[in-house]
């Protein structure tokens, strides 16, 4: 077997090699993207989130860069060539994971707009619980963050199983499936320009879902979402000893 098409077998300087050239590759066909200077925030964004997310990793050992550069190449691939789209995308994380005041971004107030909405903050005295709410309330207002969440979650749901804690893809799951997928439903309506992409997303996500909740044994057939107790429970959720006190959540049979 070739070592350089198995992550697990490759040495870390052939890891390091491998991300190089993925990166890179992205890199360049985004700005293939923007030379036709129709794309002045995208092109402003991708040296920006390079620089700020240099040296940071994923939980799967990748550089961080990867991720974003996988959601604005994910939205051209989609026929979403949008600017302000492509340029949030790339700067989405920087405000949670450099504390970038989201003013300081050299693009237009737009695209500072829809990076705002991206950025999760929990306001003093919030529960976790209603801080989403006001969460995805703020992605819905927007058409770019509607679907930028969409693009979000779907990459980090497909690397979840092998990335994540139990306690992290039980939260992304019940958050998934209560939350993000009935937004993206009624985003339907509100934005038809994107109904297709949106589709798209929306049937990714409900199959890792559906995955996920069986490689953990959780049940999601709820007929109502849970209760504001129980989904506050949920979310706040950290370890294995946590989810243990939950114990109605894990009644569905494992298939393995």
Sequence with gaps: MDSRHDLQLMSQ??????YTEKS?????FLRGV?????????????GYA???????????????????????????????????LLAMLLLHDIPE???????????????KAAVECMTFRKMDGETKLDAKKRYYEKLASSKYS???????????LSTSAKAMSK???????????FFLIPMLKESKLTYPEY?????????????????????VGIDLSYKNPPDDELMERILEAKTDEDLARIPEIFNAEKRF
Excluded at 97 to 111: L, Q
């Design 13 to 18: 300087e052939e890891k390091i090699e491998y």
């Design 24 to 28: 890179h590759k992205m890199f360049t």
């Design 34 to 46: 923007c030379s036709d200077r129709l794309h002045p925030n995208t092109q402003a964004a991708l």
């Design 50 to 84: 390079r620089d700020m997310h240099k040296g940071q990793t994923r939980k799967t050992g990748e550089p961080y860069i990867i991720h974003p550069l996988s959601l604005a190449c994910d939205a051209v691939g989609m026929n979403l060539n949008d600017d302000v």
């Design 97 to 111: 994971d450099t504390g970038v005041n989201v003013m300081d971004m050299k693009v237009d107030d737009e695209t």
């Design 146 to 156: 509607m679907i930028g969440k969409g693009f979000d979650r779907r990459n980090n």
């Design 167 to 177: 306690a992290s893809i039980v939260k992304n799951c019940f958050e998934t499936w």
């Design 195 to 215: 109904s297709n992409q949106v589709h798209t997303i929306r049937t990714c996500l409900t199959g890792y879902v559906d995955t996920l909740s069986v490689l």
